[in-house]
């Protein structure tokens, strides 16, 4: 019986770090995405859609550098380690951490130096970039990077609401550099060069809420302590954990990259191709605001949890809630989409973007894939089955790749559009049957998306369509029991209990 009593505290207080983590990481998205939406639009207004298109491609080129600087490390396998070896009560702790963060940090001067090196062959004129303008991008690369290590260790030690003071940080200094320039006529170049500072300001922040972490946990990080061959070792252990970041992180920067490179139609149009399908992208994500957050507090927990030999039924109950959750969110915009997506493009981004709607309602349904699979895809990496989802990532891009040299240049945006998506599906439908066992929790919540979204596209095609999409939204929710209030209502009560309580770290 005490055991019984114990396994069951240990399962609420496991619960509670898991819908804390969920809720930090969803306020720090939000206000991450908030910030980026209003920069892009105050860019497209003040400085018009080519221009923007240009800093989305100079972004994309820096966010690739990352990504390939990253081999694992930030994305998944150093916060795993973290978690892995704080469940184990490892006397290691301390010099994992230093090694992690000194590899990704070496990593990350590394990639910047690459690109100052070669700024005059990865500039494109096409597009509107400079080689200039690709050296200021070496600093972003630096400052993102620093972020991005500061955030695994907070990750590793699940303290969540750390990641409030990192990347909102710099992406509100960054529409503060953009409203400010705009007011002062600033030249475009400021503002990319202003950015620098404002990444080297979030650095500062985040780097002195980590030293209050390691101080206050006492694991005795001591970078004196640091060995190559240690450094060697993490880079090994995380390689498996790269090919499935790159698909998940690289995606939307290699399709804007493809179409600046691919898409028919002179300069001034092929940076507006760019432009739009950001637009789109960005829009049709939104579902990452839920997605992102329930994916990044699920590995460290699962990687505890299996760490600790702990019981898993937790983890297929998150993922059956989460496939419920996300479907309801995926399908709700999907339907939004096709209710009032032209006129909300119109009169939030101008008439011009009117013309991607198609783009966008495709990659809403790669947005609803993609919010099945995220949260999915880090339980099979927490719990060591990384090479099922390195081998189908590879898959993945192999097929992107494959279209998008035909469909770019017939299509423009839309046809990277169905490239994502076919690609995504094919991988996921592969990857489900592959891992049955963890793929099965929520598969009916997704085969229920699906048919949701199937309806709704009906309806797009239907003259008036747009005007029944919201209702038949909530009518086929309701009784296909994907919309399930209660369910929702307990997971607000979770989170807003995580909020305002003290929850045991365990």
């Not at 929702?488 to 770290?505: C, F, K």
Request: aromatic share 8%; glycine share 8%.
């Amino acid at each position: 019986m005490a055991d019984t009593r114990q396994q069951l505290a240990d399962r609420q207080a496991s619960g509670r770090t898991l819908a804390s983590g969920i809720a930090y990481l969803l306020l720090a998205n939000l206000a991450v995405n908030v910030c980026m939406f209003l920069v892009n639009l105050a860019l497209i207004r003040a400085y018009g859609k080519a221009v923007h298109g240009g800093v989305v491609w100079l972004f994309s080129v820096a966010n690739i550098t990352i990504a390939l600087c990253d081999l694992g490390i930030a994305s998944t396998a150093a916060s795993r380690s973290i978690s892995r070896l704080r469940a184990a009560g490892d006397e290691s702790l301390g010099r994992s951490v230093a090694t992690w963060i000194s590899l990704q940090l070496l990593l990350g001067v590394f990639g910047a130096g690459a690109l100052l090196a070669l700024a005059g062959a990865i500039a494109d004129p096409r597009v509107g970039v400079e080689p200039g303008e690709v050296r200021i991008a070496a600093a972003w690369v630096l400052g993102l990077t620093a972020l991005r290590a500061c955030a695994m260790v907070v990750m590793g030690f699940e303290v969540m609401r750390e990641t409030l003071l990192m990347s909102p940080v710099a992406e509100l200094a960054r529409l503060l550099v953009v409203v400010v320039g705009w007011l002062v006529g600033a030249p475009i170049v400021f503002i990319l060069a202003a950015w620098a500072g404002c990444y080297a300001l979030a650095v500062a922040v985040a780097a002195w809420r980590v030293r209050l972490l390691v101080r206050r946990t006492r694991p005795a990080v001591a970078f004196s302590a640091l060995r190559p061959s240690d450094m060697l070792g993490a880079a090994s252990a995380a390689l498996p954990y790269f090919v499935p970041f790159l698909g998940l992180f690289c995606l939307p920067f290699a399709a804007q990259m493809l179409i600046g490179r691919l898409a028919p139609g002179g300069e001034i149009n092929v940076r507006g191709d760019i432009s739009v399908f950001q637009v789109c992208f960005s829009l049709a994500m939104t579902v990452r605001l839920i997605s992102g957050p329930i994916a990044g507090a699920l590995l460290p927990r699962v990687a505890h949890i299996d760490a600790s030999h702990a019981d898993h039924s937790q983890t297929a109950e998150i993922l059956t809630q989460s496939a419920r959750l996300l479907g309801t969110a995926a399908t709700l915009l999907f339907a939004g989409a096709v209710a009032l997506g032209e006129p909300a493009l119109r009169i939030v981004y101008g008439q011009a973007y009117t013309a991607g709607i198609d783009a966008l309602l495709v990659l809403l349904v790669f947005g609803a894939i993609d919010s099945y699979t995220t949260p999915l895809d880090q339980v099979l990496k927490a719990t060591r089955h990384v090479g099922i989802v390195a081998a189908l990532e590879a898959v993945r891009y192999a097929i992107l790749l494959g279209i998008c040299w035909r469909a770019i240049p017939a299509w423009g945006p839309i046809g990277a559009a169905w490239a994502i998506l076919a690609a995504s599906l094919a991988t996921l439908l592969v990857k489900m049957w592959a891992a049955r066992g963890v793929a099965a929790s929520g598969a009916a919540a997704f085969a229920v998306t699906g048919a949701i979204i199937a309806m709704l596209a009906a309806l797009h095609l239907l003259p008036y369509g747009n005007w029944l999409a919201l209702p038949a939204w909530l009518a086929a929710s309701i009784a296909l029991r994907l919309l399930r209030p209660a369910e929702m209502l307990r997971w607000a009560r979770l989170i807003g209990d995580s909020l305002t309580g003290e929850h045991p770290r365990t």
